[in-house]
């Protein structure tokens, strides 16, 4: 077991004590981990996020969609400091356990815009869990393993609540091991009723960090975001460091080398940010899952 960091002079650090958070993650396969951005840096991600949007092409859509802001370890200090935290990244360690980890896409910065034409709408599928658990590149036959080979940590630079879409989930749906069933993709998601009956919001606060389980059934749900303004995170998908990456990194770390952001960063910031978005996979141990290389058709909504 790694040894669990105590609190550091001048860094935000979460309420609890961390193994309560790793408790709830190994109980329910889920957690929020609060604590870990403080207003100021969530006020300055805004701002340079902001900036980004101006600067893509095309335009993203107003209303109605969730779109990426790529490359943000390279534009903002305050995003490689944040998914670098030493409490979320304790708590990702023990969980995986695994001392070796990475990120397999580089961090995305993930805009919800607000909801307009879907206000009231009930859109068809979205269900799914999270990588390396994708059916077009994990053994159907190895869903049963015991070892767990992947964990969603997704940062909240804005809070996460009912009514800027949060995003649904089924608790411990993750104890299922298997892929959602064709039915929870099937005529549109209306909580409290079956097959969604058990469908619940992923809700927190902003600094804070929802961690789970890869596994768990999950959808982004534009249509619930009445709150009339985005809704922003910072999605990292979380893997021992044998996994393969989910995309292609090389094009985030040579936007990263040529910020010099690293010479802003502290030392172990820096070296985090090496082994997590940057590092080569490592040979996978005996008996491992063969994960396949994923195939994208077409452009991905989410750049990362």
């Given at each position: 077991m790694m040894?669990?960091?105590?609190?550091?002079?001048?860094?935000?650090?979460?309420?609890?004590?961390?193994?309560?958070?790793?408790?709830?993650?190994?109980?329910?396969?889920?957690?929020?981990?609060?604590?870990?951005?403080?207003?100021?840096?969530?006020?300055?991600i805004k701002t340079v996020t902001v900036q980004q949007i101006g600067q893509?092409?095309?335009?993203?859509?107003?209303?109605?969609?969730r779109f990426g802001?790529?490359?943000?370890?390279?534009?903002?200090?305050?995003?490689?400091?944040?998914?670098?935290?030493?409490?979320?990244?304790?708590?990702?360690?023990?969980?995986?356990?695994?001392?070796?980890?990475?990120?397999?896409h580089q961090p995305a910065m993930t805009v919800l815009r607000p909801a307009k034409d879907l206000i009231g709408q009930f859109p068809e599928a979205g269900w799914h869990a999270d990588y390396p658990y994708h059916p077009d590149v994990y053994p159907d036959d190895r869903w049963q393993d015991d070892a767990v080979y992947g964990v969603q940590f997704n940062l909240c630079v804005d809070a996460f609540r009912p009514e800027n879409g949060a995003t649904q989930y089924v608790p411990d749906s993750h104890l299922r091991r298997r892929w959602p069933p064709r039915a929870f993709n099937e005529g549109g998601t209306r909580m409290g009723t079956a097959p969604h009956n058990k469908v619940m919001q992923m809700v927190a606060p902003a600094g804070s960090a929802l961690i789970y389980d890869s596994r768990t059934w999950h959808r982004a749900c534009p249509e619930l975001n009445v709150s009339g303004e985005d809704r922003l995170a910072i999605l990292n998908a979380v893997c021992p460091a044998w996994v393969r990456s989910m995309v292609d990194?090389?094009?985030?770390?040579?936007?990263?080398?040529?910020?010099?952001m690293a010479a802003q960063l502290d030392p172990q910031v820096r070296d985090e940010i090496e082994a997590l978005c940057h590092a080569d996979r490592i040979p996978p141990p005996a008996g491992a899952p063969v994960i396949l290389e994923k195939q994208f058709v077409g452009p991905r909504k989410i750049q990362i």
């Open positions: 040894e669990c960091p105590s609190p550091i002079d001048g860094m935000v650090w979460p309420a609890r004590p961390l193994d309560d958070y790793l408790g709830e993650l190994r109980t329910h396969g889920y957690t929020v981990v609060d604590g870990l951005i403080d207003e100021a840096a969530l006020e300055r893509l092409e095309p335009a993203p859509p107003a209303f109605d969609d802001v790529p490359h943000g370890i390279a534009w903002s200090q305050d995003v490689c400091n944040a998914v670098t935290h030493p409490a979320a990244l304790w708590v990702l360690r023990a969980y995986l356990g695994a001392s070796n980890i990475r990120f397999c990194k090389q094009a985030g770390t040579e936007r990263y080398r040529a910020s010099n």
